[in-house]
């Protein structure tokens, strides 16, 4: 497709179970975001892929969370052990090499843990 | 640690009303400063950019200019319109060596006719 594809578009599930929020980036985009966005809360940082480089996880609010990105373009963020503060929208975004900080954003996978 | 500050919202108004959306920012280098704008049930896209101090961003109306000394960018449009109803999000990016960007909480524009 056109832009950064994000599924599931929405997702309920039971506090302690895991989740798996897939995302698939504009072709040709080597850098790929994670951010949270929660209700008044704006956009948390959780994880950025460049290319080969090691990812920079420090936004990752705990180790129950984890993403991964194979083969360079589609990426896996997963939560384990759901708990209610975990919902919320989460948005995949991408770049081209060289960006000087435009975006490209998905529409978001939102999470609703009851 | 690098921040951005929006001012809270929601904000409403009449069209053809003046608007401004405060941003303030706190980061240790550079940074390069954003508008971000996210239309009802659409994704956020970028909305305008200025990348060093003076420097004024524009789009669709929209203008923010880049002040060092205040540590400000704030955005601004003379006359809004209806269809300017969105959230919009003030961002950083500190280091041009990551493109992770720092966001504001987001301020909601409502305009109504």
């Known amino acids: 497709g056109a832009g950064v594809s994000q599924s599931p578009s929405n997702k309920v599930t039971e506090k302690g179970k895991d989740v798996e929020l897939r995302c698939d980036p504009i072709s040709g985009h080597t850098a790929l975001y994670w951010y949270r966005q929660s209700l008044g809360q704006g956009l948390e940082f959780l994880i950025y892929?460049?290319?080969?480089?090691?990812?920079?996880k420090s936004g990752l609010p705990s180790d129950r969370f984890s993403a991964e990105r194979t083969g360079g373009s589609v990426s896996t963020l997963t939560i384990q052990r759901t708990q209610q503060e975990d919902s919320a929208v989460y948005l995949c975004?991408?770049?081209?090499?060289?960006?000087?900080?435009?975006?490209?954003f998905g529409e978001g996978s939102r999470l609703t843990v009851l | 640690g690098d921040s951005v500050t929006q001012m809270e919202g929601p904000v409403t108004l009449s069209e053809e009303a003046f608007l401004t959306i405060n941003c303030t920012y706190t980061?240790?280098?550079?940074?390069?400063l954003f508008w971000y704008v996210q239309y009802p049930g659409e994704g956020l896209q970028l909305l305008l950019k200025?990348?060093?101090?003076?420097d004024k961003g524009s789009n669709k109306g929209f203008e923010a200019t880049y002040r060092k000394e205040t540590t400000s960018f704030h955005l601004e449009k003379g006359s809004v319109q209806v269809s300017d109803s969105a959230v919009y999000f003030c961002a950083l990016r500190v280091s041009s060596n990551t493109g992770k960007l720092i966001f504001g909480q987001g301020t909601t524009l409502q305009v109504k006719p």
């Open positions: 975004a991408s770049s081209f090499p060289g960006s000087t900080g435009e975006l490209f």
């Open positions: 200025a990348t060093k101090a003076d």
């Open positions: 980061a240790t280098g550079y940074p390069s």
């Open positions: 892929f460049q290319g080969n480089s090691a990812p920079d």
